[in-house]
């Protein structure tokens, strides 16, 4: 005699709560991979600050996605084991709770193990990281200056940017080897170069409407290496050089171009 009504909608309602579950799990796992890889990008951002360790965080929020997608697809079987159970007419209460025995495990064991790594990741870093990023934009806002890392050395970028220049047609007028010309000197500096480049059809406008803007026009990109050999890519904002010569809003896509350049010649 199979079961009644009621206990093929309570069986119904426990696979729900169990995908439920299944997908709060996934949800938290991405929050936690998304957490470790923040803590890697920081880490190439604030090399003076380091955070001792970000896998950790990562391997746990990938294992716990996974477990979300096991709860899912492991309720959804004894669903339908159940389903047989309940159309033979057989007890529902002949098996021990594996699955719930299992999912609590396994989450005690990965909450120990981030409860770990937040003690073991320095918590006083991790605070730093944001209260860095923002001082990163306030200053930024302040002196003009965009300064973002680069992945590769001085001359690879230099390189990568003026094929970039080239492809769009945007004209390179120079570029300033100021090492180059400290070491004629006898004199030492980290690899520096300025590169000035620019379109006469984007920047005359902006000349016409503030006359001042040509002292910051042609558009320039600099890129130096520091004493530690780390690549840094700096820029005017243009928002700041709207703001410093009073540029009309239309025309600040004349500028912003440069902001995109750099970010492709960083990657």
Not at 19 to 30: E, K, P, Q, Y
Not at 122 to 133: C, E, R
Not at 169 to 180: A, N, Y
């Amino acid at each position: 005699m199979g079961g009644s009504a009621t206990d093929y909608l309570a069986a119904e309602r426990t696979v729900l709560a169990w995908i439920r579950t299944g997908i709060a799990l996934m949800g938290l796992g991405f929050v936690l991979a998304r957490f470790g890889l923040f803590l890697e990008e920081f880490n190439h951002l604030q090399p003076d600050f380091q955070v001792r360790s970000y896998g950790i965080s990562l391997s746990i929020g990938v294992a716990l996605i996974l477990m979300g997608v096991s709860v899912c697809l492991l309720s959804t079987l004894r669903h339908l084991r159940m389903l047989k159970q309940l159309e033979a007419g057989e007890s529902l209460y002949l098996h021990r709770p594996r699955l719930v025995i299992g999912v609590v495990a396994a989450l005690v064991i990965l909450g120990l193990s981030m409860a770990g790594y937040l003690v073991f990741a320095n918590p006083k870093t991790l605070v730093h990281a944001s209260i860095w990023q923002e001082k990163l934009m306030a200053t930024s806002m302040e002196n003009g200056i965009v300064r973002i890392p680069g992945n590769h050395s001085v001359d690879e970028t230099v390189a990568k940017l003026q094929g970039i220049l080239q492809a769009k047609s945007v004209k390179l007028f120079v570029v300033v080897d100021h090492s180059g010309e400290v070491a004629g000197a006898r004199l030492k500096m980290p690899n520096t170069k300025l590169l000035i480049f620019g379109n006469p059809k984007a920047g005359t406008p902006l000349m016409l409407a503030s006359p001042s803007a040509a002292l910051d026009l042609p558009l320039k990109i600099l890129v130096a290496e520091d004493a530690a050999g780390k690549t840094w890519i700096s820029y005017n904002a243009p928002a700041y050089l709207q703001s410093r010569h009073a540029l009309p809003a239309d025309l600040l896509p004349n500028i912003a171009a440069i902001e995109a350049l750099a970010a492709k010649a960083a990657e």
